[in-house]
């Protein structure tokens, strides 16, 4: 099983930016997809992003079209730069890894320990 850390999060202004990481364990193999989600308070668990790691294909949700970036910072590690931030996206967000391309947590076997973002008004 892997292992996923993540690194970055915290508190941040509105409109300001944050970069999250998630570094693995071991190697992310081409075909595994690495996805980005968050739960914010009262609220269950829901889609940011995704990367199908091999090929770079990636998927947003609607809410961060535009503003979050999804992307390889290495062979081991995907980033989530988030620009543009606002209060609404204040929620614990968690990195992930499967091999569906798929906005289901359920789907994914392996998550972090997840990182609090905080988007002050």
């Known amino acids: 099983q892997v292992q996923l850390v993540h690194t970055g999060g915290g508190l941040v202004q509105a409109e300001g930016s944050l970069t999250l990481s998630c570094s693995a364990s071991?190697?992310?193999?081409?075909?595994?997809?690495m996805a980005w989600f968050r739960q914010p308070p009262g609220k269950e668990r829901e889609f940011v992003a995704l990367?199908?790691?091999?090929?770079?294909?990636t998927l947003y949700a609607d809410s961060v079209k535009g503003r979050f970036t999804i992307s390889k910072f290495n062979v081991t590690t995907a980033a989530l730069q988030m620009n543009s931030l606002k209060p609404e996206d204040t929620a614990v967000y968690y990195c992930?890894?499967?091999?569906?391309?798929?906005?289901?947590?359920?789907?994914?076997?392996?998550w972090g320990q997840g990182t609090q973002v905080t988007v002050s008004s």
């Open positions: 992930a890894r499967g091999v569906d391309f798929t906005t289901i947590p359920s789907d994914y076997r392996d």
């Open positions: 990367i199908r790691w091999g090929v770079g294909r």
């Open positions: 071991g190697r992310i193999f081409s075909s595994a997809v």
